[in-house]
C-alpha cells in the first residue's frame, strides 16, 4: 500500500513562491552590490576573471565586495591568527 503523503492544500505553492522571493533577493543584493573593494576601494570590473577571484559575502544583507589582493591578506591574517591561538592553547 502506498502512503499518501499529506500536504496542505496550497503549501507546495507558498514554498515555490517563497523560494523565488528568496531567490529574487539574492539577485537584488548581487545587483545592488558595491562596485569596489571594501578595503582598499579597488574599482571592481565585472568580467570572467573577476567574477572568479572577487569575492562577494552577503551578512545580514551587507554585501562586501574584496578583491583578490585584500582576500589573500584576509585569509593570511586568518591562518595566521588562527596558528597564534592555537600556539597560546599549549
Ligand atoms: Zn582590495
Known sequence: MKKIR???P???KRERKEAAAALEKQAAAFLDHPKECCICAAPFERNHESVKTW???VKEDVVRLTCPTCWGRITET??????ELCIEKD
Do not use: M, T, Y
Open 6 to 8: 499529506r500536504i496542505k
Open 10 to 12: 496550497g503549501q507546495r
Open 55 to 57: 569575492q562577494v559575502v
Open 78 to 83: 586568518l591562518e595566521r591568527r588562527s596558528e
